[in-house]
T-cell receptor, first 115, second 111 residues
Framework: SQTIHQWPATLVQPVGSPLSLECTVE??????LYWYRQAAGRGLQLLFY??????ISSEVPQNLSASRPQDRQFILSSKKLLLSDSGFYLC??????????????FGPGTRLLVL | GQQVMQIPQYQHVQEGEDFTTYCNSS?????IQWYKQRPGGHPVFLIQ?????EVKKQKRLTFQFGEAKKNSSLHITATQTTDVGTYFC???????????FGSGTQLTVLP
């Protein structure tokens, strides 16, 4: 069966510090991968998605970046965090081809607080 | 991507009452998905609708896709405390079938 991992689970970082959040998927190959952010009590905003190694598409311009160094690894980074970067970061995956249902499967998320 | 408006933003019901959340779009949708997010948790897929007028049921949950494929609803009959959470509709589009989420309806069930 497929599983998706995210770490760390929670993170408190000072403004201006760097960030690296990691997401890995097991039990599937060639997945589509996604990063979302959810502000407290709000909806989900798509930040980045990837259809393959090294292929990153950005939905919202910001001080965050994403990378996909391996097929099942997706990393969210920042060189200098802003207060507004606080939120709940969710990684998700979906099957790339050949399924009638385009379900996305979410990881447990990382809660980031920037102080 | 396609945009969806979701209402209401919040809903408080007594246990045993029914609950409905609605998603609306100004354009024809290719599909619509529904997700549930428990407090402190991550979104979990409930269902996908793709056909005009489609109705699907999961126990006490009924999902509908409008005839014009511009709106959808999720109805819960006789709510229970386990139904507490935020319900999101979402539309997939693009090369990676990326999702655009509605703003969600936060359901509180009072015992």
């Amino acid at each position: 069966s497929q599983t998706i991992h995210q770490w760390p689970a929670t993170l408190v970082q000072p403004v201006g510090s760097p960030l690296s959040l990691e997401c890995t998927v097991e039990g599937t190959s060639n997945p589509n991968l996604y990063w979302y952010r959810q502000a407290a009590g709000r909806g989900l905003q798509l930040l980045f998605y990837s259809v393959g190694i090294g292929q990153i598409s950005s939905e919202v311009p910001q001080n965050l970046s994403a990378s996909r160094p391996q097929d099942r690894q997706f990393i969210l980074s920042s060189k200098k965090l802003l207060l507004s970067d606080s939120g709940f970061y969710l990684c998700a995956w979906s099957v790339r081809w050949g399924r009638a249902e385009e379900t996305q499967y979410f990881g447990p998320g990382t809660r980031l607080l920037v102080l | 991507g396609q945009q969806v408006m979701q209402i209401p933003q919040y809903q408080h019901v007594q246990e045993g009452e029914d609950f409905t959340t609605y998603c609306n779009s100004s354009t024809t949708l290719s599909n619509i998905q529904w997700y549930k997010q428990r407090p402190g948790g991550h979104p979990v897929f409930l269902i996908q609708l793709v056909k005009s007028g489609e109705v699907k049921k999961q126990k006490r949950l009924t999902f509908q896709f409008g005839e014009a494929k511009k709106n959808s609803s999720l109805h819960i009959t006789a709510t229970q405390t386990t139904d507490v959470g935020t319900y999101f509709c979402a539309v997939s589009s693009g090369s990676a079938r990326q999702l655009t989420f509605g703003s969600g309806t936060q359901l509180t069930v009072l015992p």
